[in-house]
């Protein structure tokens, strides 16, 4: 059975940090693309950030130069470590497994839409 657990979330001001963590289980979490995305009060979902096997990273425009997503093969898990934190960053960060046949068919990782399992979300507010 696959698992994906988010944590991390939480209340932060504007302009600080969190450091989201996503623990996968079921499937060989090395040779998988992972994504982070996120659904903010009212709004669609929205990609946010997503990684390769091979560790490279991808970012959405919103979030470049502010969050920091990477892996831990050995833990099974996904970081993003999200910085300069702004209101609008608020929303429920899910943790997802891109459909592997986009990735294999060399879809990138911000224009896939398909998602073979998502986490159950953790919640980040910025607010002051």
């Known amino acids: 059975e696959v698992q994906l657990v988010e944590s991390g979330g939480g209340l932060v001001q504007p302009g600080g940090s969190l450091r989201l963590s996503c623990t996968a289980s079921?499937?060989?979490?090395?040779?998988?693309?992972m994504s982070w995305r996120r659904q903010a009060p009212g709004k669609g979902i929205e990609w946010v950030s997503g990684?390769?096997?091979?560790?490279?990273?991808a970012y959405a425009d919103s979030v470049k130069g502010r969050f920091t997503i990477s892996r831990d093969n050995a833990k099974s898990t996904v970081y993003l470590i999200m910085n300069s934190l702004k209101p609008e960053d608020t929303a429920v960060y899910y943790c997802?497994?891109?459909?592997?046949?986009?990735?294999?068919?060399?879809?990138?990782?911000?224009?896939?839409?398909?998602?073979?399992?998502w986490g159950q979300g953790t919640q980040v507010i910025v607010s002051s």
């Open positions: 079921g499937f060989t979490f090395s040779d998988s693309a």
């Open positions: 997802a497994l891109p459909h592997t046949n986009l990735i294999r068919a060399g879809v990138s990782l911000e224009k896939i839409n398909t998602y073979d399992y």
């Open positions: 990684i390769y096997s091979d560790g490279t990273p």
